[in-house]
């Protein structure tokens, strides 16, 4: 900003100063904006309770047990639906058991390739000793 001295001729200066007035201001405003309270607006809203699964694992044969793939990602133990946890945690119990019973996996054809590798993952991690691939044979004739 440019400051203006008056004139050469030594007349007094007849234009008022208002940088002190808008430093004012600005402080005031400032001092404003921090004393406004907070909207603290909320909404109550009652979120369900998580339960735990009732749902029982599938039990597990002391002498083989098959994992099958289904064409719609279905994770079947001993031909009861499963997840991949519990899945994990039959594994994890197969592996304890004396003697190690069986493992069989018996992908269908059109299972997908992800969820097979998935298991297959799962599987390997579990250390399971006795594994074995059923059905290979429905595979000879899949895609000809």
Do not use: C
């Not at 001092?31 to 009652?46: E, G, L, Q, R």
């Not at 031909?79 to 946890?85: F, L, N």
């Amino acid at each position: 900003m440019a400051m203006s001295g008056g004139k050469d001729d030594g007349a007094p200066m007849m234009e008022m100063n208002t940088t002190p007035l808008i430093d004012v201001m600005l402080v005031l405003l400032i001092m404003f904006i921090i004393t406004i309270p907070v909207a603290t607006h909320s909404i109550d809203i009652d979120l369900p309770v998580a339960t735990p699964p009732t749902d029982t694992p599938p039990p597990i044969d002391p002498v083989k047990n098959k994992v099958v793939l289904t064409a719609d990602d279905k994770i079947m133990w001993n031909g009861t639906q499963i997840d991949a946890v519990t899945l994990n945690n039959s594994l994890q119990a197969t592996t304890r058991m004396t003697p190690e019973p069986e493992l069989q996996f018996q992908p269908e054809p059109e299972a997908s390739y992800e969820l097979s590798a998935g298991v297959l993952q799962v599987i390997k991690a579990s250390q399971v000793t006795k594994f074995g691939f059923v059905g290979n044979e429905q595979f000879a004739t899949f895609g000809k």
